[in-house]
């Protein structure tokens, strides 16, 4: 059974329906990729799936509920996480404090204090500069570390879905390849489900187990990394003309 089922999705802004009739799965401990190009529908799927915008129709699922009509803190609670576009951490509160408010859902559960600061530390040891930087506002950081930030926020809700919107955006091409390979490590060493938006498609497919490229608010194509790099038609739109 797939851990997220998205059928038939439809999503509006206004007058504009961004995101049309969209079908997608993850299955468990997959690193699931969504590629297109700008105003595809990629952000607007997942804002939708975390209860950020209002469905018009279609179904999701997740872990075989239905997430219809729930608002986004119930969703988070249910083991969905976003690290949103933009990253959007908490500006002036210290990375420390970050990191507490990311597992807010579980306090709200009724785990203590005490095991949500230990896992705050076990994580600052997963990202030492976060560490290095644990009492720094969030604003003082660099635009890397304030990525790790995000993901690092978004796993202090033990989630069982880490849904990553363009992680890459604004980064300098040595900070990419450092959140490249922790997003690998953290679906091979930790077995984290992962779906990724990302507009750097030959990076996400290098990663990814699947991918769906979709354009208008639908799903082009979809695939193994290797099935998609076989179509000249996608190579052509979306992977700069060549395989490699």
Same mark, same amino acid.
């Given at each position: ?47 939708? &799936?975390?209860? =950020?915008? !209002?469905?018009? /129709?279609?179904?999701?699922?997740? %872990?075989?509920?239905? *997430?219809? #009509? ?52 076990? &994580?600052?040891? =997963?990202? !030492?500069?976060? /560490?290095?930087?644990?009492?720094? %506002?969030?604003?003082? *950081?660099? #635009? ?55 507009? =750097? ?9 699947? %991918?769906?490229?979709?354009?208008? #608010? ?27």
């Amino acid at each position: 059974m797939s851990l997220l089922r998205i059928q038939n999705l439809a999503v509006s802004y206004g007058q504009i329906q961004a995101v049309r009739g969209l079908s997608l799965n993850v299955q468990e401990n997959e690193l699931v990729a969504v590629i297109g190009s700008n105003g595809a529908g990629k952000s607007t799927t997942l804002r939708a &799936l975390s209860g =950020l915008l !209002p469905v018009q /129709g279609g179904e999701i699922e997740f %872990a075989g509920k239905s *997430l219809l #009509g729930k608002p986004a803190h119930q969703i988070a609670g249910l083991g969905l996480a976003h690290c949103p576009e933009g990253r959007k951490v908490f500006a002036g509160l210290s990375v420390h404090d970050n990191l507490l408010l990311g597992a807010f859902c579980r306090f709200r559960a009724g785990v203590s204090r005490h095991d949500i600061n230990r896992e705050a530390d076990s &994580l600052m040891q =997963l990202f !030492p500069r976060l /560490g290095e930087r644990r009492n720094q %506002a969030a604003q003082t *950081l660099s #635009g890397g570390e304030q990525q790790m930030l995000a993901i690092a926020r978004a796993l202090m809700g033990k989630p069982k879905l880490l849904i990553l919107d363009e992680p890459s955006m604004g980064l300098a091409p040595i900070v990419i390849d450092e959140v490249f390979r922790l997003i690998e490590r953290l679906q091979k060493e930790q077995k984290l489900t992962i779906l990724l938006v990302e507009q =750097l498609a030959l990076r996400a497919l290098k990663i990814a187990d699947r %991918a769906y490229v979709i354009e208008q #608010g639908q799903v082009l194509a979809e695939g193994t990394s290797a099935e998609l790099h076989k179509s000249d038609a996608i190579r052509k739109a979306y992977l700069g003309g060549h395989s490699t």
